[in-house]
């Protein structure tokens, strides 16, 4: 619908005629149904007082079920399954544990903080992978090296797997095959009548110095329906939500320590300077459609997992709109009962970091196959302290999944082994692609939709039109 | 200290529990008859029974206790109560005793009950 090419020509000539003489035409946005599904992302009551042996053991207790059942349908019910308390070396059985990589390029304070007086500067890596890395496989009171066929560069810490092999006589278990956490079943997906659509924008990166004004102006404008012919205008009627997946605020409005605030006796912090644009920003979005805030990496709310809403008094205008919706950084949700689940992409980030895998898609469908959302926290992603529960585990699998904040658009249709169908999402920077992605609901297609303003070629010409 | 004269170290720092309400062991040198007051002042809440027996059904569930704490099929138990410990294993089904429950709930306002045993190491 949006990319047919004779549609296309025929919404230019529209665009560049007259205008048209129909006053009564009354182009209304389509809302369809919604429902939160956030509840286990609020963090009511935080108490810090607590180690983070509690998540492990909770995520094992849970997944461990689930892992067994996948095990015992790839292996059969006739090779046992043990403890790692029990094994003995020779005997083939199955075990089931949390995997730990045990990286040396891995930043660790305790390595710092000893070598205080030598201390080079490091230089910043992009990952944090190495050779040397080994696998190591624990269950809640032991631990054993695992060697064989398993491929350490691609794994990561967190992840709860099941392992068939056997201990060898040096005390490490050599594994012949794994497997992980069973996709959890899909609800059914209802079938719409009409195309719906949403909108999904990330990275917006509001306050920053990078001046992306003009396209955002253009993003909002187009959104609202005030951009394009009536063709343009009935099209986008039909989105019915807006998700802005984090980072709308630029990392240089996070007030550092070590910069001197307030030096002059007029100069307003940039964070407030960033809120107040973001604030205008949501009011034209708002009073036009659903929209669905959520926190990101650089954004004012709590920085570990799961990040609460931002609040809703930083944005007066906005808040005064039952359209404004401001929710927790993993979001899951039913739109016109479309199971939607997304993250503003630290999960898939840190994974990438931390493992050979570079393709954000790839990760995302890993994370779909070992069952868990952010396997590395809280290892490496920072993450709350839970003890009775762990909600990043996948209890149903939903129909889009996306992360934010990546280098560039991707999607990809995973299938799962009983016949799951996910659309996978990697949603890029608005401050660095002018992108945003809309998804049709009815069909699960998506598209990006850019606003870059592409500079014209640098040839002397002076623009400056005001001469 | 060195000016307590001729009373053996171990009867003016007597291995106690903590409990609260009592004084640190610093202060309570010199109040050493005290310590035994404020203990029956806590037994005055279950029924009237001989001191003696009073003192080992009490160190029999604290004992029981101890032992739920320490054992690794429930999990971890630093950082959370006792209470909160048993309803995850029984959510787990694990299948905790019910004894556990009766003493922790019957003694719900005593910490030494309720909290696990490594409740005052500040981990």
Redesign the interface.
Known sequence: MFGDVEKLTEKANALLSDPSTDRNLHLERCRGSYESHCERFALMNPNF???Y??LY??RL?QQRVFVLLSAQKKWGSRIPVRKLSELTVGEKCVVVGTLFKHMELKPNILKEVSEEHNLLPKPPRRTFTDEADTLILED??QRTVLVGDIDVLTSVTGVIIAVMGEEQEDGHFRVDEFCFSELPAQLSRPVLQADAYIAIVSGLNVGGHVDTMLSLQLLIDYLTGVLGGENDQAEVASITRLIIAGNSLSKSTNDSANKTKYVTRHAQADSVEGVKALDDILLQLVASMDVDLMAGESDPTNFMLPQQPLHRCMFPQAAKYETFHNVTNPYEADVSGIRLLGTSGQNVTDICRFSGNDDPVEVLEKTLLWGHLAPTAPDTLACY?Y??EDPFILTSCPHIYFAANQPSFQCKNFEGPAGQKVLLLTIPRFSETSTCVIVNLRSLDCHPISFEMRAPAANGIDLDVDK | MSKQSSRPITEIYKATRKREGIVTKVENAGKYEAKSDIKAKNKTETKPKCEQEVAVDEDQELELLKQFDLD?KF??C???TRL?RW??AA??RHIPPQQVKDIILSHHEDQLYTQCLWNEYH?
Do not use: D, F, L, T
């Open positions: 007082c607590r180690q042996a509690h053991a909770e207790e809640e009171v302290p003890y009775n | 690794s999990g971890p630093i950082g959370i909160e309803e995850r959510k787990h981990m």
